[in-house]
């Protein structure tokens, strides 16, 4: 009987590891591949719609949330004074406070915040932007003035900080500091700003510089990304002027190609299949191949103005033959042909929602088994297959309210997390926690 017992263990143990709930301890998700991994999750929601387990109320921010042992992580601003215009090119003035918080992930209950006063003066300075990193006992979380925090991730004790601006003399990027921070083994990989400092790698511990390199006309808000080809890992920095590879671990630059956004508007981060590489921006998109004996690449393709993805926001999918995004200028989702970057179809239903074109607007992408599951600007959660054959709905439930404004129209702009067969989301008032969990 024990022989039988301990040849089935393992089976077990991998039948239970399979069963376990996940965490989403960074911006889209463990590997930042905007994938969900967790089984036992609805096929449809209930028509009566969904339920909150728990509602909390927060500041103002952009910024998603990160959930870790059992714990949410999330950034917000309380505001103070000042007032945040619907004007892109203008610069909000504000004074307030910028906050960390962490949350028990079953209750929403706040178990820590750490909180310092941060005035504001950047463009739509609605609350800091990106969500914050967790590894180990350890949390990263950055500001939207370029206050870089390390926090004891039980306590909120702080570990170490820097000041982009005072220790690299970065400017704060037009729309705020946006690329989110980046563990790599021993460092934290973060896109900085200033002359020679574009790209720093700090010692993750213990704050310490390791390396800084690359200089650019604006130092854009794309996150630093890791990809592995041409028998080395690379470290992808995309910034106003260029798209960059780099060395992880000493800085050292393996290639670079004129890839350049308009307005220095480098924002999602660039996509990997194979030997493929694509970035896509506002005004530009381009198809790369990369080399396969050594860290190289050139252009395939860009896309033409009036055709192809050009993705801000929405950071795309990219998947066999097709990739899957949202259009900066119709407010589309689209999928388009990855040989040549062809629109195969578009739609606002699950972005906008409305009949005309409405610029920027967004859906969040996560891929789930094999279908998708999207966030729209509008607070709506939705289910749905994405093919190059077009877009099929699964089922749509109302989240939360948009309580942000850009170009005349209500938004949530914050990507949510995906944890514990839950949803994670926020808006200007509140983070809510949704369960997803297939009735058993």
């Known amino acids: 009987m024990r022989a039988a017992f301990l040849s089935c263990l393992p089976l077990v143990l991998l039948l239970m590891a399979a069963s376990l709930a996940d965490d ?4 889209l998700g463990t590997n930042r591949d905007s994938v969900w991994r967790e089984d036992g999750i609805v096929e ?20 998603g949330p990160a959930v870790q042992g059992g714990r949410v992580y999330l950034m917000d601003y309380i505001r103070q004074t000042g007032e945040i215009k619907n004007n892109p090119s203008a610069k909000d003035t504000l004074t307030g406070q910028e906050r960390i918080l962490c949350l028990d992930a079953g209750t929403g209950a706040v178990l820590w915040t750490h909180k310092y006063d941060r005035p504001y003066h950047f463009s739509f300075a609605g609350g800091p932007r990106c969500t914050p990193t967790v590894a180990g006992n350890k949390v990263y979380a950055l500001g939207a003035e370029g206050n870089l925090w390390c926090l004891d991730a039980e306590t909120g004790r702080v570990v170490w900080n820097a000041d982009f601006v005072k220790d690299f003399g970065a400017a704060t990027p037009l729309w705020g500091v946006a690329s989110h921070p980046l563990v790599d083994g021993d460092l934290l990989l973060c896109v900085v700003g200033g002359k020679g400092s574009v790209a720093v790698a700090f010692e993750k511990d213990t704050g310490r510089k390791v390396w800084s390199a690359l200089s650019a006309s604006e130092q854009g808000y794309c996150p630093p990304t890791i ?3 041409g028998g080395a890992r690379q470290l992808l920095i995309w910034h106003g002027d260029s798209l960059n590879s780099l060395n992880p671990r000493t800085g050292a630059l393996y290639w670079s190609l004129p890839v350049k956004p308009r307005f220095g508007m480098a924002i999602a981060a660039p996509r990997k299949l194979g030997s493929r590489l694509f970035a896509s921006a506002y005004g530009e ?3 790369l191949a990369l080399g396969d004996s050594s860290p190289g690449a050139n252009i395939l393709w860009r896309a033409q103005p009036a055709d192809g993805l050009f993705s ?11 990739i899957y995004g949202c259009d900066v200028e119709t407010g589309a989702l689209m999928a388009v042909r990855s040989s040549d970057g062809k629109r195969l179809w578009q739609t606002l239903v699950p972005t906008s929602g409305g009949q005309r074109r409405d610029r920027y607007a967004t859906a969040f992408l996560v891929k789930h088994g094999n279908r998708f599951v999207l966030l729209s600007e509008t607070g709506d959660l939705i289910l749905a297959n994405l093919s190059p054959e077009g877009y099929e ?4 439930a109302h989240l939360l309210d948009p309580t942000n404004q850009t170009f005349g129209r209500p938004v949530v702009w914050s990507h949510p997390a995906f944890a514990s067969r839950c949803v994670y989301a926020r808006n200007d008032k509140e983070l809510v ?8």
């Not at 989403?24 to 911006?27: D, E, I, K, L």
């Not at 801000?312 to 097709?322: I, M, V, Y």
């Not at 926690?433 to 058993?440: G, H, P, W």
């Open 24 to 27: 989403w301890p960074q911006w």
């Open 44 to 63: 449809r929601f209930p028509d009566e719609g969904l339920r909150a387990a728990w509602r909390t109320p927060v500041g103002i921010g952009y910024a």
């Open 227 to 229: 990809i592995e080809h």
């Open 285 to 287: 998109a381009a198809m």
């Open 312 to 322: 801000a926001n929405c950071t795309p999918l990219f998947e066999g033959d097709t």
């Open 393 to 396: 709905e699964i089922s749509r």
């Open 433 to 440: 926690c949704v369960s997803l969990e297939k009735a058993r």
